[in-house]
């Protein structure tokens, strides 16, 4: 029986991944230079087919890293001398606070209970904050931002720079650049790509913060510092060897997601959060976790299953769906769904037939 | 016409990579889980195969990033208070030098003219030196540092680190880990691999060194710093979501190269040399640009071009031989060419062929 993997990350794979990778391979994407035309050219097509997709303007940069949890390294130590303040509500909010804390930034968080978002209202951002760090969407837990909270803050805060962690909602989450400085994701998640490649998008604020900081002998790391980043991009290379054969295959899913259409995407995505949550919230073994139904995340839709996640987990397996359990202190309570374009609404009615 | 790369890195594929990457997407490999045991067992034969290959002892930690330019990063960050020290001849053993002064510390360079080795008897290392660090095999140039001077190194100064860049030499070279802290690698030239992954081997020395760095409150980085690799490296894990295609990759690899036998993918590395220097060294319009024997490097063979290295390379590129233009201010002059364990003797006999 063929499994179908409704992780949250790695997930399944987009369906054309191994015709991509077969196109790939006959076109030596492995072997060619990364220092020459060819490689830079699908730098180039990548960047374009992403700026079109989702949405990201011109002034801002596009950066190619190994991992998102390395974008929330580089983001610190080029956007902070001093303090940073982390809106936590889960283990990957966390994760951002603490690479703050270990990067040795006087790092503030602000936190809420596991399953809710935040009361923005009643947050108060210290003065001398140089970054306010948020993650769209709790992998951990479900719980998404509402996109309005986010511009809020940056209008109330218009000094500050906002970092938006959209790894797990991306290409879904619909961003007005105008109001982030910058965001980052990484592939095997939304783009159903191997693991190993992650994107940061900075803008022109960011790139003048991390120049003040290497003037003043801030540490901003070395050969990913956004100058050594912005140099390379110049040229359409990157500092170092990168993941090429990644690079491809991001270019490659996101003209087919393009050639599916971005708004598709987003209303089949709801669609499918929708019934799960319906199901969820109707049947008596289960309920969706997250309770306040503006905070819901349409990407990972985490489940409580009040008899313990163990049995309905096994049961999916046994009808070839992987799904997730629950994270950390959550396992054996939660099932954790990842619902990506890759799938499909028929997908979604099996996991409810199999658990009915 | 087929192509085969003798770039020095990325380089020609290992011949079985395509019915590696078939056998991984058969075995879902890109949508596992990177917490699960599917993903230890990854993990966990990438490096016993590793260590087997490379003769790596116990005591060293087997850590994956995503680029040999990050190990130099992350070794700066764990192993550097203040002062490194590094033996540069060419652009690569620079970049581990540029390195740690973007670190900010206070780094000093001993230099070799390019395509020349260091007289080590007249070196002098200063007192405060925390690292030495030494590139094996100076792949801009194509000079081999002698194992021997290495390990002098290490005897002679007993408490500084010795970190040792093996890039381009893995896995021909052969290093007595007795005698160094840690080295590292990318599997681009000579695993014949999709970049995207470093390999960083230390030893308790170094976890030691970062420990202490840590409890005096030194920014030894985030997510990729040696305690948190180490922790994650207990449960067989990585910090981070890893490039889990990439380790799969190389633990088939280094399966294959354990059945050829690394002895005679050694001797077959110096024969293929041998040819090469032999051609260049007695063609009127070639010479080896390294001119000591011993200080040849037997997988990136340099051979300076005296009407210029434009023609050749076509000439070579219409014989479907894709070999790489000199590095930097060589451009124009040098031929490179990567000799690694998928390029055969046969050909090496058809470069000589056509550029006879």
Redesign the interface.
């Known amino acids: 029986m063929r ?1 179908i ?1 409704f ?1 949250v ?5 987009h369906p054309k ?2 015709a991509f ?1 077969r196109d790939a ?1 006959r076109c ?1 994407i ?5 220092r020459g035309e060819e490689f830079s050219e699908i730098y180039r097509h990548a960047v374009e087919s992403l700026r079109k997709l989702l949405g990201v303007p011109k002034n801002f940069h596009v950066f190619f ?6 974008a ?2 580089r983001i ?1 130590e080029n956007s902070v001398e001093r303090r940073s303040v982390h809106f936590v509500n889960g283990a990957f909010s966390k ?1 951002f606070y ?2 703050a804390v ?3 930034k006087k790092a503030m968080k602000i936190e809420a209970a596991r399953g809710a978002s935040f009361d923005f209202s009643k947050t108060t951002i210290p003065r001398d904050a140089e970054l306010i760090a948020l993650t769209h969407n709790e992998t951990a837990t479900g719980v998404s931002l509402s996109m309005s909270d986010v511009y809020a803050l940056r209008k109330k805060h218009p000094n500050v720079l906002i970092a938006l962690d959209i790894v797990s909602s991306a290409p879904y989450v619909r961003v007005d650049y105008r109001y982030v400085d910058c965001a980052f994701f ?1 592939v ?1 998640k939304g783009f159903g ?5 992650g994107v940061l998008f900075v803008n022109e604020r960011c790139i003048e913060k991390a120049n003040v900081l290497s003037r003043k ?1 801030v ?1 901003i ?5 956004y100058p ?1 980043l912005l140099a390379s991009e110049a040229k359409l290379q990157t ?8 690079m491809y295959l991001l270019g490659r899913v996101a003209d087919d997601y393009l050639a599916t259409g971005i708004e598709r995407i987003r209303k089949e995505t709801e669609q499918k959060a929708k019934l799960l949550y319906d199901f969820f919230d109707s049947h008596p073994d289960f309920a969706s976790f997250v309770k306040d139904r503006t905070a819901r995340s349409s990407t990972v839709i985490v489940a409580e299953a009040k008899r313990g996640s163990r049995a309905p987990l096994a049961l999916l397996a046994r009808n070839g769906i ?1 799904a ?1 359990p629950g994270y950390g202190e959550f396992a054996g309570r939660h099932i954790r769904i990842g619902n990506f374009p890759m799938h499909r609404l028929s997908d979604m009615k099996r996991i409810i037939r199999v658990l009915s």
Do not use: C, W, Y
């Open positions: 499994k993997f992780t990350g790695p997930t399944e794979r991944l191994d990778i391979l030596n492995v072997s060619i230079s990364h890293l190994g991992s998102a949890t390395e929330m390294e610190i994760r603490v690479t270990e990067l040795r990484s095997q790509l191997p693991s190993g490649l002998k540490n790391g070395s050969f990913h510092n050594s500092p170092e060897t990168p993941n090429v054969l990644g992987i997730g």
